[in-house]
């Protein structure tokens, strides 16, 4: 069951960083072309803090932006 866990979580926090751009787009009326460009950087932020917070104490992790467990927090 935790296998099935962590192999669920890359596609969720995809997800998560996805709706942020997209919706924007939708209300803004602007091209979707910009929203797919954000949720890659998004992407990129999330997964470098993510490796970031592995090689950071446990004790300092709770520090710092977000955490450092990355922009989603899972």
């Given at each position: 069951?935790?296998?099935?866990?962590?192999?669920?979580?890359?596609?969720?926090?995809?997800?998560?960083?996805?709706?942020?751009?997209?919706?924007?787009?939708?209300?803004?009326?602007?091209?979707?072309?910009?929203?797919?460009?954000?949720?890659?950087?998004?992407?990129?932020?999330?997964?470098?803090?993510?490796?970031?917070?592995?090689?950071?104490?446990?004790?300092k992790q709770?520090?710092?932006?977000?955490?450092?467990?990355?922009?989603?927090?899972?």
């Amino acid at each position: 069951m935790e296998i099935f866990i962590e192999a669920i979580k890359e596609p969720l926090r995809l997800l998560v960083l996805a709706i942020i751009p997209f919706a924007v787009a939708w209300f803004a009326a602007l091209p979707y072309q910009w929203a797919v460009l954000a949720t890659v950087i998004l992407k990129f932020i999330d997964k470098y803090l993510h490796e970031v917070a592995k090689e950071v104490p446990a004790k300092k992790q709770k520090e710092g932006l977000f955490g450092l467990r990355g922009l989603t927090g899972f």
